[in-house]
């Protein structure tokens, strides 16, 4: 049951963690994959990641660009536009405060946080 929740609530916020994982540059998949997982995700798989670039790329958020490598095969950089700072800026506010929201009725409930384990969501 607690992986069922875990995926829920990451369908929920991986849009978003895949447009901050773009703030600091571009970047290519595999990359990206790596950046998730240290940030406390855990292991997100490409059939996961690359229909969510995908659609981020087709609202705009991001822009990609194949290139062709000496050794190897190519990549599909992505970096984020405008657009997609935009609305990670606005997005993440909105998640942030229902998150804290969120937090607030728990601890309210007498739920204390429960340390991750390596490879959970922090």
Request: hydrophobic content about 35%; charged content about 25%; cysteine-free.
């Amino acid at each position: 049951m607690t992986s069922d929740r875990r995926a829920s609530w990451l369908k929920g916020v991986l849009d978003l963690m895949v447009l901050a994982s773009l703030t600091a540059g571009e970047n290519y998949g595999y990359e990206i994959v790596k950046d998730l997982a240290e940030s406390g995700l855990g292991q997100i798989k490409g059939g996961t990641l690359y229909p969510v670039l995908n659609r981020l790329e087709e609202a705009g958020l991001v822009a990609a660009e194949f290139r062709v490598t000496e050794r190897g095969p190519g990549r599909r950089y992505y970096q984020l536009t405008d657009r997609g700072r935009q609305t990670l800026a606005e997005q993440g506010g909105l998640w942030l405060s229902f998150g804290e929201s969120v937090r607030a009725a728990l601890l309210k409930g007498g739920v204390e946080p429960a340390t991750p384990r390596e490879g959970e969501l922090r």
